[in-house]
Structures are given as structure tokens and as C-alpha cells.
């Protein structure tokens, strides 16, 4: 077991010799051990706050095992998956301490009770990563893991530019360079006028490229060789930054990138910086190194956020085919072979993207956007059960509550689940705000056609007569709005038979 601490300057005892440096962490990978199999045990077993406590123990003791805080953080996504409510305070006090690691385990309990949280996950990030500066334990990659995860949830929930700020400097600190630009550039969106960020933010970014490409020299160099490998540098640096390139720029940046990889094949920074380089030129031999590339990375350090990105190439190749077969068939309406083929492209496209999607929700369970995209793809694929469940979920989310509904709605509609469907769209036009918008339009005709079906199903006058009422509103205020006037005419010939029935 190794203790890792600090001295802070001026600690003595009374003798004036150098006191007990004040503890971080007590590393014990062995102890640790222990914690992270009862865990899993009681994981399986359903008692996930029993889980929690127990990942959170063990990561007391190895604050740098990434698998752990993974394992935790499923854990964490099933408990608030119970709706239970709050944390038993046995739990909350089991982490009461005033070391740094156990700063950093009740950090990683608020976050993961509060997913969607910035301010939880940011000091969860910063306590990672003041662990990484006050001992000898590399919390680098766990600092990466929960600031990959901080960024997108920022963007995701009115973003301020202080989060943006304490992100980066937690990723400076722990030497995560390149997202620690990325958070930089994102506060200077926020706030143009901040010429100290800004500024910063440049200098984060040239020391990415000197950590990440070999330029920090060896003592050796000075005079004018130093100062000519500075301006080329420097240019190098220039060129990245731009946003429109030249083709002879964007083949000097790729044969940089991958002099830098050749030098150093196993540094994330290089490995994406090189990426970026053929992405940037974008040949279709660019995209398949930079596909090989990413996935190597991914096989050797299980960074999961590496294949998101390798899928992402495939997918954009995808994109393009289907374009392809998409302009064929609006080019010769009449072919049915070119309408096949389209519709059977389109059919593995979704495909690909469902596959990809489903691996993202499985290693991200607690973003609701990744559950509400994968529903949309399985909807269209006619997988109605897998839809459902999807946009139950994703509809606690408030940015996708009116969009879920709509097409929760739909999939019950599809099922012939039709109540289900209606009470659905009731519950969706109740929440929304303008029944004018596209949105609102929609969710009425939804509601219109699920009406419409009872009214045939059960010879019902009154669903009939509100679908009806409805058809008549969504024409009145845009006439030309899908087959509406179809629609109209043939609820007001049911409305009339239905209203035959009942006198006869």
C-alpha cells in the first residue's frame, strides 16, 4: 500500500523537522479489489445503492481505476432508474471525510444521482483532477473519461461559460490538453470579449501540439535552430487554427500528423490530431486510415468515445452512398429498380445507425438524447416495442419531453395500441405551448388520426365528432397541411354514419 501526499511549505513539527505530509490518498489496488467484487455481486443482485457504496469505496482506495468509475457509473443510472428518490444518508455518511479522495468519491455520488447536473460533474472532474496534482497517481485518463462527459452535458443545459472555465483548468491541471482546448474554445463562444481566455486558450492549445508533437525540445537546441524550429512551429499551429484551407496546407498538416504518430503511435492528442488532419482533407483513403486508426486506439485503451468517433466516419461514407442512391431514384421517378435500391439503402443505413447508437446507450445509459435518437431510428425500422421504451425514458428529459410524446404516440398508433396513443397525444398537446407551430400541428393530427381509428374500431360518435373538431382547426389555420382536406372530408361522411347508426 503506498500513502501519497503532499507537504504543504512551512510544515514542521516542534523539533523543526518536516512534518507528516498531509494525505490524499492510501493506494491499495489490492483493497480496492474487494470492494469492486462485492460490488458487482450486489449489482447483479438489484440492490444498487448497496453497489454505489461499494464502487465508492473501492475507489477510495484506486482513484485511478477507470474501470471501476465506469462500473459506478452504471450502478449509479440503474438506482435513479427505480425512482426511489433520495440517497439513504448511511450512504451519504459513509463518504464523509476530509481527505482528497473522499472529496472526490462524494463528488462522484452527486453526479451520478444528478447525470444531467454541470455543476456536480464539474467538481467531479476538478476533484479528479487536484488528486492527479497533490499525489503521485496519474488521474489523466479518468480526468479525460468525466470531462468527455462534462462537455456534452454544458452544451446540453443552458451553458455558462464558468463551467466551461473550471473544466478547463481541471484538464489543464491533469495534462488533458485537447479538452481542455476544446472547453477553452467553447467559454470564448460564449464570451467573444474575453481577451484572457482567450489568450489562454491559445497557449493550451500550443501546449497541446509541443506535448503531444516532440517540440519541447531537449536543452540541446538554441540560438537560430531553436528559433527556426519555433517559426515552423508556429505556422504549424497557424495553419491548424484556420478554418478555411488550402489543399497544399491540409497535405502539410497531414504529413506533420503523422511524422508526429510515427513518433509517438500510442498518444491519444497525436492519434486525434492526425485524425483531424485526414478528416480535414477528406479522400476516401483519408477516411479509411483515419477509421483504422481510431479503432486501434479504441482496442488498446477501450476509450469508448474513440469508436463514437470511428462510427462517425463510417456513417458520413454511408451518408454519401445513400445520397447517391437517393438522386438516382428522384431522378427516374418511374424505375422501380432505382426506388428498390433506394429504399433498401436507406433500410441499412438506419441500420448502421441503430447499431452504433444502441453501443452508445449501452456505455452512456443515463443520456436521454442518445435514447430519444435511437428511438427515433428503431420507430423507423418499425421496431415499435424497442421504440416505446426508448421515448418512455427519453421524455423525462424537458428539452425532449414534446418531441418523445409525439412519437411515443406514434408507436403506440402503429401497434394498434390506440387508448395508449391517445392519452399519449393528450399528454403531449397539454405540455406544449403553441398548437400552431409544427410541433403543435403535428401532435394534433396525431391525435386526429388515433380518434379517428376508435371512432371506426368502436363505432364511437364522440371520438369521431373530436377528430373531426380537430381536422376542421388544422385546416382553418393551414389548409394545405398533409392530406388534411382527405382527412376532413372522410370524418365528416363517418360522423354522419355514425349519427345513422344511432338513430336507426
Not at 309 to 338: E, G, H, T, V, W
Request: charged share 35%; with cysteine.
Amino acid at each position: 500500500m503506498a500513502i501519497f501526499g503532499k507537504k504543504k511549505p512551512g510544515d514542521e513539527d516542534q523539533d523543526g523537522q518536516a512534518a507528516t505530509p498531509e494525505v490524499v490518498v492510501e493506494h491499495s489496488p489490492e483493497k480496492a479489489k474487494r470492494f469492486f467484487d462485492r460490488a458487482r455481486t450486489v449489482h447483479d443482485s438489484q440492490q444498487f445503492e448497496y453497489a454505489m457504496s461499494m464502487w465508492l469505496d473501492g475507489i477510495k482506495w484506486d482513484p485511478s481505476d477507470l474501470n471501476a468509475l465506469e462500473k459506478f457509473a452504471l450502478s449509479a443510472s440503474a438506482f435513479m432508474g427505480q425512482d426511489k428518490g433520495k440517497l439513504s444518508k448511511e450512504t451519504v455518511r459513509n463518504l464523509d471525510g476530509k481527505r482528497l479522495v473522499d472529496r472526490y468519491a462524494l463528488a462522484l455520488l452527486q453526479w451520478g444521482v444528478k447525470p444531467r447536473d454541470p455543476v456536480s460533474v464539474v467538481k467531479a472532474a476538478e476533484a479528479a483532477a487536484k488528486i492527479d496534482a497533490e499525489s503521485d497517481l496519474d488521474m489523466s485518463e479518468i480526468v479525460f473519461w468525466i470531462a468527455e462527459r462534462a462537455l456534452a452535458i454544458i452544451r446540453s443545459d443552458k451553458p455558462k461559460k464558468d463551467y466551461y472555465v473550471k473544466l478547463m483548468s481541471a484538464c489543464r491541471t491533469a495534462r488533458v490538453y485537447d479538452l481542455a482546448v476544446t472547453a477553452g474554445d467553447e467559454g470564448v463562444r460564449l464570451d467573444p470579449t474575453d481577451a484572457n481566455l482567450a489568450a489562454e486558450t491559445r497557449n493550451l492549445a500550443a501546449q497541446a501540439t509541443m506535448s503531444t508533437g516532440g517540440y519541447a525540445g531537449t536543452g540541446n537546441e538554441g540560438g537560430f535552430r531553436a528559433n527556426i524550429k519555433d517559426a515552423e512551429q508556429q505556422r504549424i499551429i497557424e495553419e491548424r487554427e484556420r478554418i478555411v484551407k488550402t489543399e497544399d496546407v491540409k497535405d502539410r498538416l497531414v504529413r506533420v500528423a503523422e511524422e508526429e504518430y510515427g513518433r509517438r503511435p500510442d498518444d491519444l492528442p497525436t492519434v486525434r490530431q492526425y485524425v483531424k488532419a485526414l478528416k480535414e482533407r477528406g479522400r476516401e483513403e483519408d477516411e479509411k486510415l483515419a477509421y483504422r486508426l481510431l479503432m486501434k486506439a479504441y482496442e488498446d485503451t477501450k476509450q469508448f468515445q474513440l469508436k463514437v468517433d470511428a462510427d462517425d466516419i463510417r456513417l458520413r461514407q454511408a451518408r454519401r452512398a445513400l445520397m447517391k442512391y437517393r438522386d438516382a431514384a428522384d431522378d427516374s421517378p418511374d424505375n422501380a429498380q432505382a426506388q428498390e435500391n433506394y429504399k433498401k439503402a436507406e433500410k441499412k443505413f438506419l441500420e448502421m445507425e441503430v447499431e452504433s447508437l444502441r453501443a452508445q446507450v449501452e456505455a452512456y445509459p443515463t443520456d436521454l438524447r442518445l435514447k430519444f435518437e435511437l428511438g427515433r431510428r428503431e420507430l423507423r425500422l418499425d421496431n415499435h416495442d424497442e421504440a416505446i421504451a426508448l421515448f418512455q425514458e427519453s421524455q423525462h428529459d424537458p428539452k425532449f419531453r414534446a418531441s418523445s410524446l409525439a412519437l411515443l404516440g406514434e408507436s403506440f398508433f402503429k401497434q394498434d395500441w390506440v387508448d395508449e396513443a391517445i392519452d399519449t397525444y393528450r399528454r403531449a398537446i397539454d405540455g406544449h405551448d403553441d398548437p400552431h407551430d409544427a410541433a403543435g400541428l403535428d401532435l394534433r393530427y396525431g391525435l386526429m388520426m388515433a380518434l379517428q381509428a376508435k371512432a371506426r374500431t368502436d363505432s364511437d360518435l364522440e371520438s369521431a365528432l373530436e377528430a373531426e373538431k380537430l381536422a376542421s382547426g388544422i385546416a382553418i389555420h393551414q389548409i394545405n397541411f398533409r392530406d388534411i382536406k382527405i382527412q376532413r372530408n372522410e370524418l365528416k361522411q363517418l360522423v354522419g354514419e355514425l349519427k345513422q347508426r344511432q338513430v336507426g
